[in-house]
Nanobody
């Protein structure tokens, strides 16, 4: 069974950083394109970033470009989105997902507030 488990969220002050994790089981992580999406309070899902299968090339939404980076540890089957210079508008539940299968984790809450 494919499972995606996000962790690493929490409360951080504006300008701070967080590193999230997405641990995947039941799949070879490098064989799938994996996306990060977020949902801010009262808003719909917003695509944030993607790491492509095999090559590991990445892409980012304009709203986070230069601020977020995503990496992958194939041996651990884990993705690591690094979020820097966080702003209150980055407050959201962050999810990793496998678009080709419709799978999505349970999410991790990120709150940016002073």
């Amino acid at each position: 069974e494919v499972q995606l488990v996000e962790s690493g969220g929490g409360l951080v002050q504006p300008g701070g950083s967080l590193r999230l994790s997405c641990a995947a089981s039941g799949i070879t992580i490098s064989s799938y394109g994996i996306s990060w999406v977020r949902q801010a309070p009262g808003k719909g899902l917003e695509w944030v970033s993607r790491i492509n299968r095999n090559s590991g090339t990445t892409s980012y939404a304009d709203s986070v470009k230069g601020q977020f980076t995503i990496s992958r540890d194939n041996a651990k089957g884990t993705l690591y989105p690094q979020m820097n210079s966080l702003k209150p508008e980055d407050t959201a539940v962050y999810y990793c997902s496998i678009p080709s299968s419709g799978r999505r984790g349970q999410g991790t809450q990120v709150t940016v507030s002073s």
